[in-house]
């Protein structure tokens, strides 16, 4: 037996816990850069925190200008700010966009360099300075990861920095925060860690050696990855079409965010798999949100590696409220899959690669591209090839999940 479990140096979880982050700020430094958005640094709930962090610390510099799918532009901006007030910790406000900045800009203030001196995983030389996150979206779980996601203008794909040395030092996770996540970025964001807790159970086991867990980030499912990935699949399963439809539901943004929670420590050991890897240049060449990317393809991907995890689709069929009490596995596997179509459409996710813009022709290179992405791909359940991956985008770009098998002589 040989496991391991990721995460913060305190998980901090409640509504009105965002009432501790000005102590626990001044507790790791005296220094502090807020990475935050302008739209959310204009919010009284954030502003709030803001003032009562200015008020704790000797000096507060503010980066609000962070963008979507954190473009290097932005870490070199970020990373002057830190100077400027030599900071010594970091305080990130809002969803996955804003704290990946922040990991990246705390690797850069404590080891120097540029964020392409850390590409791939397990660049990061050592711990950087204390990093306190706090999510404002119930999806990425990245307050509590061990990846950013970059934007490189000189690549076709995201790229991402993957270390145990950036799992923040502290989340603080307030479902309050996220009554006023507008729904398109509600459901985006949900779907987003939906899939990171179904990727998370099916992923492919792996046998590891004792230095596995420090020199490796993704090191494929376990049984407290699979616990942890089973409680979020039920509580976003049952409230994601909820909050979509009501933002104001209190109930279901609770679930949401620890949902949301829940799904990030699975995958942070467990890692993602190949809607992730395949939304990578999909993302990149379509400019959509990554949520939207990675939903629209789960279906068609579980479809395709259903003969390896047809007892899991089972058991996500029951956690999720379907009745597959004597359903064989492959009937329970199409109960699931089924009911996962339905909760994308009911979410506004689209149905198709070509309904985002993607051209058919360019399919075998994204797969292709895609395949190069090995911390996410060797976690993906079926086969792996670049055919196999062709096939998975050919099917989503067609609609038709059945599209999605080859045969071995195709292969």
Not at 303 to 311: L, N
């Amino acid at each position: 037996m040989l496991e391991t479990v990721r995460g913060p140096r305190q998980l901090i979880v409640g509504e009105g816990v965002a009432q501790n982050i000005p102590r626990v700020v001044a507790e790791c430094g005296s220094r502090v850069l807020i990475v935050t958005d302008r739209v959310l640094l204009g919010q009284p709930g954030v502003a709030e925190i803001v003032a009562a962090v200015r008020e704790k610390v000797e000096v507060v510099g503010v980066f609000a200008d962070a963008t979507p799918d954190v473009p290097l532009a932005d870490v070199a901006l970020a990373v002057s700010v830190a100077a400027e007030v030599d900071a010594d910790v970091i305080l990130a406000i809002g969803g996955g966009t804003v704290i990946d900045l922040a990991k990246i800009v705390g690797v850069i203030r404590r080891h120097g360099g540029t964020p392409r001196d850390f590409y791939g995983e397990s660049k990061v030389p050592g711990p950087t300075i204390p990093l306190v996150a706090v999510p404002t979206t119930s999806g990425t779980g990245s307050e509590l990861t061990p990846v950013s996601v970059l934007t490189d203008p000189d690549r076709e794909l995201k790229v991402g920095v993957s270390s145990v040395h950036i799992v923040p030092d502290f989340a603080i996770v307030d479902p309050e925060l996220t009554y006023t996540c507008p729904a398109t970025v509600t459901a985006h964001s949900g779907i987003d860690a939906f899939c990171h807790a179904v990727e998370s159970y099916t992923a492919r086991p792996r046998a590891h050696g004792p230095r596995d867990p420090v020199e490796q980030v993704f090191l494929g499912r376990n049984p407290i990855t699979d616990h942890y990935a089973l409680l979020a699949a039920e509580r976003i399963a049952r409230s994601l079409p909820r909050v979509v439809r009501d933002g104001g539901d209190k109930d279901a943004r609770a679930d949401m965010s620890y949902g949301s929670m829940l799904a990030g420590l699975a995958f942070s050991h467990a890692g993602n798999a190949a809607p992730h890897a395949l939304q990578y240049p999909i993302g990149a060449a379509t400019h959509t949100p990554h949520g939207l990317g990675v939903g629209l393809l789960l279906p068609y991907a579980l479809d395709a590696a259903r003969d390896a995890i047809g007892d899991r689709l089972t058991i996500l069929a029951g956690v999720c409220g379907l009745d597959v009490t004597d359903a064989s596995d492959a009937e329970a596997a199409d109960t699931f899959l089924t009911w996962l179509d339905g909760l994308l459409a009911d979410i506004g996710i689209p149905t198709t690669l070509a309904d985002i813009g993607v051209a058919r022709a360019d399919l075998p290179r994204f797969a292709e591209m895609a395949s190069g992405v090995t911390r996410l791909i060797q976690n993906h359940p079926g086969p792996t090839d670049t055919a196999s991956l062709t096939a998975i985008l050919e099917a989503a770009w067609i609609g038709d999940r059945t599209r999605n098998v080859l045969t071995q002589e195709q292969r």
